[in-house]
C-alpha cells in the first residue's frame, strides 16, 4: 500500500485526502480485472469466469470521484475498516499475481473475487447508498445465462475426439463398400459384354 500512495503522490494526487482509498481501491481492482480478462478472452469462459468478471464490473461500474455528493467522510472505525480490506486486497492481489505467473485461471478467478469483495466493502462504506449485487446473486444470473447459451450451441460443434474418430472409421468404411460396390459392378458389366461377345 505504501508504494501505492507514493505512485499516487508522484502522480499529483493529493494522498492527505481522507478518501484517498476509494482511488487506490477502483484502480487497483480495475488492473486485476483487466489482466484475468486477457488471461480467459480466448477461449470460452466458463460461468464462473464470466461472474468474476461481471461481480468487479458491478462493483467499478459508475465509480464515483472523490469529491462526489454522495461520498462520505468515514469516522475513526470507519478509516479503520477501509484500511483492513485495502490490506486484505492487497494480499489477494499478490497472490493473484503468483498464480498468474503459474497459469492458474482457477485460483486466478478465485481471488479476483475475494479482491472485489473488499473492493465492494470499501464502496458501501464511501457511498452507503450506491447497490452492489454481492457475487453470490450475479452468479445466479450468469449461471442460467450461460445454461442457456450452451443450449444454443449445436453439439455437433463440440465433437469429442471419440466422436471424430468414430465418424472417421464409419466414412472409410462406407467409402470401401462404394469401392467394393464399383468394382463388382464393373466386372459384372465386363462379363455380360464377354457372354455377349461370344454369341455374336
Known amino acids: 500500500m505504501k508504494a501505492d500512495y507514493r505512485l ?3 502522480r499529483g494526487i ?3 485526502n481522507p478518501r484517498i482509498a476509494l482511488k487506490v481501491a477502483s484502480e487497483r481492482l480495475a488492473i486485476v480485472r ?3 480478462l486477457v ?13 468474476s468478471l461481471e461481480y468487479a464490473d458491478a462493483a467499478l461500474v459508475g465509480w464515483p470521484e472523490m469529491d462526489a455528493d454522495d ?12 484500511a483492513e480490506r485495502l490490506a486484505s486486497m492487497e494480499r489477494y492481489i499478490t497472490e493473484f499475481s503468483k498464480q498468474e505467473a503459474e497459469g492458474g485461471i482457477d485460483a486466478m478467478n478465485d481471488l479476483l473475487v475475494r479482491a472485489t469483495e473488499c473492493v465492494a466493502s470499501v464502496r458501501r462504506l464511501y457511498q452507503p447508498d450506491f447497490p452492489i449485487p454481492t457475487f453470490a446473486e450475479i452468479r445466479r444470473v450468469v449461471q442460467d445465462e450461460y445454461d442457456e447459451d450452451m ?6 460443434e463440440h465433437a469429442t475426439v471419440e466422436d471424430i474418430e468414430e465418424q472417421t472409421e464409419q466414412a472409410d ?10 468394382s463388382n459392378d464393373q466386372k459384372n458389366g465386363k462379363n ?7 454369341k455374336a
Not at 468404411?173 to 464399383?182: F, G, H, L, S, Y
Open 39 to 51: 488471461q480467459v478472452e480466448d477461449g470460452i469462459a466458463t460461468a464462473d469466469q464470466r461472474a
Open 14 to 16: 493529493d494522498i492527505e
Open 192 to 198: 455380360a459384354k464377354n457372354k455377349g461377345d461370344g
Open 8 to 10: 499516487a503522490q508522484d
Open 34 to 36: 483487466y489482466v484475468f
Open 173 to 182: 468404411e462406407k467409402r470401401e463398400e462404394n469401392e467394393t460396390d464399383k
Open 71 to 82: 461520498v462520505v467522510d468515514l469516522d475513526e472505525d470507519g478509516k479503520k475498516t477501509v
Open 151 to 156: 443450449g444454443k450451441i449445436d453439439p455437433s
